[in-house]
């Protein structure tokens, strides 16, 4: 069974950076491709960014470019997300997710303070 644990999360200033990472477990990591997605006090989750299975390809929202990027460890079975010049509106939960299944990991809080 495939496990995603989220972790990196905590509060920071506008302009602050943050690095958020999800360690995959429990299937093949590499074969997998990757996805981050956010989700604030009532509204609808939404897409932050993905990356191909090899790394090769990313994928970002329009909300982020520029300022997030992500990225990922084969060998350690781990994705990234580098997340820069954050804002009081990137405030959310961020769940990672097998790209196009179910799987989720359990979500960490990030909270940016104006």
């Known amino acids: 069974q495939v496990q995603l644990v989220e972790s990196g999360g905590g509060l920071v200033q506008a302009g602050g950076s943050l690095r958020l990472s999800c360690a995959v477990s429990?299937?093949?990591?590499?074969?997998?491709?990757m996805a981050w997605f956010r989700q604030a006090p009532g509204k609808e989750r939404e897409f932050v960014a993905a990356i191909s299975w090899r790394g090769g390809a990313t994928y970002s929202g329009d909300s982020v470019l520029g300022r997030f990027t992500i990225s990922r460890d084969n060998a350690k079975n781990t994705v990234y997300l580098q997340m820069n010049s954050l804002k009081p509106e990137d405030t959310a939960v961020y769940f990672c997710?097998?790209?196009?299944?179910?799987?989720w990991g359990q979500g960490t809080q990030v909270t940016v303070s104006s």
């Open positions: 997710n097998v790209r196009g299944t179910p799987r």
């Open positions: 429990g299937g093949t990591f590499s074969r997998y491709s």
